[in-house]
């Protein structure tokens, strides 16, 4: 009995030194710092030969590896969207009134993960809000440029999370879209209602301009929801990866770019982080699954509001990454509730709670650049924001409560 005790705790110490490296590892290297959680996880529940199955599991899942290699190609796809003028030609040929200018400009940016893309925004925001506060430009410049993430189908920042609930990211979109209608409607309450409207050009308008940028975002999820509807192809990745290099391999055509810009253009996306932080992403969820972690931590009796409401926003403000919260507290669930699949619900409240918590992170990496690019502090910062996100978390803890 005694020996069993001994062994219980060796796991739980061993969980909490992942954890804890996992969040001090990750301000610096997510992928690290998932592989490092993984193995010291591993080693201290199921040992050493189990861990390397389940490092071996991963990498040769079909699945997994395709959607590595699609989230690989959206940086790609970003920086050819920048270095082709595709993005200056989307901005520059929007005709709308400044609030929606301002909005819009910052969230069709933000669909793509472009290294630094905060600062893509940033000048948008900042040469049509001149007058408004530093710290509401940077308000402004966060907030909106995450709304359309916060539904992207194939986005790494919704995709992923869904994946590891076990839910089809389209059937949840539905339940996302009044909290997206909130999120867009708490901005524009907060943050932009008392911005002048008027704005002036210096040339007329090219309409076809706006035509290939748009076609470029938007093609990825017309094929990826088109083929998942018509074919029974698995893995369903495979289309996520062929939709993504479709629009990758336009904008190349499309900018008349050789191969050697296409290299630099690929080299200066990194797009072996993103391929490696999914790759860790899985690794964790095995060996979390495999040791029992999910089925123990259930066992404490923790209260399912506070795991999907504060844990899950705890995990995601700490580490800046939606990846973490969701690889955490959806397996947790799931054990829980004895179930494969989150109800759909729940997966979109606990979702929005990670994803509040990821947008006011400190380590996420479009705070630091945009309190820098706008000279305003934290403190300010965030005490612009908080009203908005205060009402969104109580919304979803409300919800939460009704729901289960």
């Known amino acids: 009995m005694s020996s069993h005790r001994d062994h219980m705790a060796v796991e739980w110490i061993g969980f909490l030194v992942a954890v804890t490296i996992l969040l001090v590892v990750s301000l610096k290297d997510l992928s690290l710092a998932l592989l490092l959680g993984s193995v010291i996880l591993g080693i201290a529940t199921i040992g050493t030969t189990a861990t390397l199955q389940s490092f071996a599991r991963t990498v040769a899942s079909a699945d997994v590896v395709l959607l590595a290699l699609a989230m690989g190609l959206f940086p790609i796809l970003g920086s050819l969207l920048h270095e082709t003028g ?18 819009l400009s910052a969230a069709l940016i933000g669909l793509l993960p472009v290294p630094g893309g905060a600062l893509l925004s940033a000048p948008l925001v900042d040469g049509d809000a001149a007058t408004l506060s530093p710290e509401r430009r940077f308000a402004i410049n966060i907030w909106f440029r995450h709304v359309l993430i916060f539904i992207y189908p194939i986005g790494p920042t919704l995709l992923v999370p869904a994946k590891i609930a076990g839910v089809p990211v389209y059937a949840v979109i539905p339940y996302l879209l009044p909290f997206l209608v909130l999120l867009i409607a708490l901005g524009y309450l907060f943050l932009l209602r008392d911005v002048d409207d008027e704005m002036t050009y210096a040339r007329e308008a090219d309409s076809g301009k706006l035509v290939k940028p748009l076609l470029l975002i938007l093609i990825p999820p017309a094929i990826h929801l088109s083929l998942t509807a018509l074919t029974p192809i698995e893995p369903t990745e495979i289309i996520i990866f062929f939709a993504v290099l479709a629009s990758v391999v336009l904008a190349i055509v499309w900018g008349g770019l050789d191969i050697r810009k296409v290299a ?31 089925a123990r931590i259930s066992g404490l ?34 054990s829980s509730a004895g179930l494969f699949v989150m109800p759909y619900s729940i997966f979109s409240i606990t ?7 990821h947008l006011l992170s400190p380590v996420h990496p479009c705070i630091p650049l945009s309190l820098e690019y706008f000279k305003t502090s934290i403190g300010a910062a965030f005490r612009t924001m908080g009203i908005p996100t205060a009402i969104m978390l109580c919304v979803a803890v409300v919800l939460f409560v009704l729901f289960t």
């Open 86 to 103: 595709a993005l200056d030609d989307l901005i520059e040929n929007l005709r709308v009134g400044r609030r929606l200018f301002l909005s």
């Open 264 to 294: 630099r253009v690929t080299r200066a996306a990194k797009p072996w982080k993103f391929f490696f932080i999914i790759i860790g992403i899985y690794l964790f969820i095995y060996v979390f699954t495999e040791a029992g972690m999910d």
């Open 301 to 334: 009796d923790v209260p399912l509001i506070v795991m999907c409401m504060g844990v899950a926003f705890f995990l995601a403000f700490v580490t800046g990454r939606t990846q973490v919260a969701a690889s955490v507290v959806f397996p947790t669930y799931l």
């Open 351 to 357: 979702y929005l709670s990670i994803f509040l918590g």
